[in-house]
C-alpha cells in the first residue's frame, strides 16, 4: 500500500499499516487476521479491559484487564505486538474449550475381549432434533470389530463396556443394569 509522505500514517513503520482493506489499527480498536480488539472501560469504572472476537461471533473470546496510559486515567492504546499476543491468548483459550468438548463427547474404556484387549468408544452426537451417540469396538490394531447407535445419554463404564463386549457386541438391558 502506498502512502502519501504528508499522510501522518507515514511517519509509523510498516507494522502499524493496515495489511489489507478492512483492517483497522486504532488505539482502542483493532480488526486484522480475523479478530477484534476493542479497549472499554471496565463496568465499575476503575480501570480499562480489552475485549478479543472473532469475526462474526457476537461473544468475545477473551475479556482480560487492560493497562493504564501513563496518565493513569486513559488505557495504553494497542499496538501489532499487544494484540499479536491478545490473538494468540484468545486462541489458546479456544483450543481449550474445543478440548474440554471434545473429552465430553468422547468417552474410550479398554477391556478384554475373547481375542485380546478391545477399545471400547462412545461418541455422543449433539444433534439439535435427534441426539444420540456412537458406541464402537476396535481391536488390538484398530480395525473396528461393532458399531451401534445408542442413546445420547448412554453411560459407558468398564460395566457396561465389558456386558457389551461379553454379550458379543449385541445391546439387552439386562447386560446394562
Known amino acids: 500500500m502506498n ?7 507515514s511517519a509509523a513503520g510498516a507494522e502499524d499499516e493496515p495489511a489489507e482493506e478492512g483492517t483497522v489499527c486504532e488505539d482502542r480498536h483493532w480488526c486484522r487476521d480475523g479478530w477484534t480488539a476493542r479497549v472499554v ?3 465499575d469504572g476503575d480501570g480499562w479491559a480489552v475485549s478479543m472476537s472473532q469475526d462474526g461471533e457476537h461473544e468475545p ?3 482480560c484487564p487492560w493497562t493504564m496510559g501513563r496518565d493513569k486515567k486513559n488505557p495504553k492504546p494497542l499496538d501489532q505486538a499487544a494484540f499479536l499476543a ?30 485380546g484387549e478391545v477399545t471400547v468408544t462412545l461418541d455422543i452426537v449433539p444433534d439439535e ?15 473396528e470389530i461393532a458399531r451401534t447407535r ?9 460395566t457396561s463396556a465389558r456386558a ?11 447386560a446394562f443394569f
Open 3 to 9: 502512502i502519501p509522505s504528508e499522510h501522518p500514517a
Open 41 to 43: 472501560e471496565s463496568q
Open 61 to 63: 473470546v477473551l475479556v
Open 86 to 115: 491478545l490473538v494468540k491468548s484468545a486462541t489458546e483459550v479456544l483450543q481449550r474449550q474445543q478440548q474440554q468438548l471434545r473429552a465430553r463427547l468422547h468417552k474410550q474404556i479398554h477391556v478384554a475381549g475373547e481375542d
Open 129 to 143: 432434533y435427534e441426539p444420540h451417540a456412537l458406541l464402537r469396538a476396535h481391536d488390538a490394531d484398530g480395525g
Open 150 to 158: 445408542v442413546a445420547a445419554d448412554f453411560s459407558l463404564s468398564n
Open 164 to 174: 457389551w463386549v461379553a454379550a458379543g457386541f449385541r445391546l439387552s438391558a439386562q
